[in-house]
Nanobody
Framework: VQLQAFGGGLVQAGISLRLSCAAS????????MGWFRQAPGKEREFVAV????????YYAGSVNGRFTISRDTAKNTVYLQMNSLKRDDTAVYFC?????????????????WGQGTLVTVSS
């Protein structure tokens, strides 16, 4: 499956932004989908994950309550709604997929990656 993440940009703190991850080649309903991010000089970190059916969602503590992951089967797209953005959310955001049943948070478990979209939050 090929993934393409988009929707990033330069925003002020407190503003909302929605990232999208569009898939081609395979239907996303066969995959657990995750969002990860990598800030300058830091390692890639887990942000959010959603199960195949969308019934299970899990978030990193730093974004819990502010970010929402969702998926639209008809559009073959996964979203990351980011509210109340902070400067610390500045990073390149990646969507990723794996075909195992479990909801996983380790980047090493994901087989397919999008190219990343940059989110820059200014104060």
């Amino acid at each position: 499956v090929q993934l393409q993440a988009f929707g990033g940009g330069l925003v002020q703190a407190g503003i909302s932004l929605r990232l999208s991850c569009a898939a081609s080649g395979r239907t996303l309903s066969n995959y657990v989908m995750g969002w990860f991010r990598q800030a300058p000089g830091k390692e890639r970190e887990f942000v959010a994950v959603i199960s195949r059916t969308g019934s299970i969602k899990y978030y990193a503590g730093s974004v819990n309550g502010r970010f929402t992951i969702s998926r639209d089967t008809a559009k073959n797209t996964v979203y990351l709604q980011m509210n109340s953005l902070k400067r610390d959310d500045t990073a390149v955001y990646f969507c990723a997929a794996h075909s195992r049943m479990k909801v996983l948070v380790s980047a090493d478990e994901y087989d397919y990656w999008g190219q990343g979209t940059l989110v820059t939050v200014s104060s």
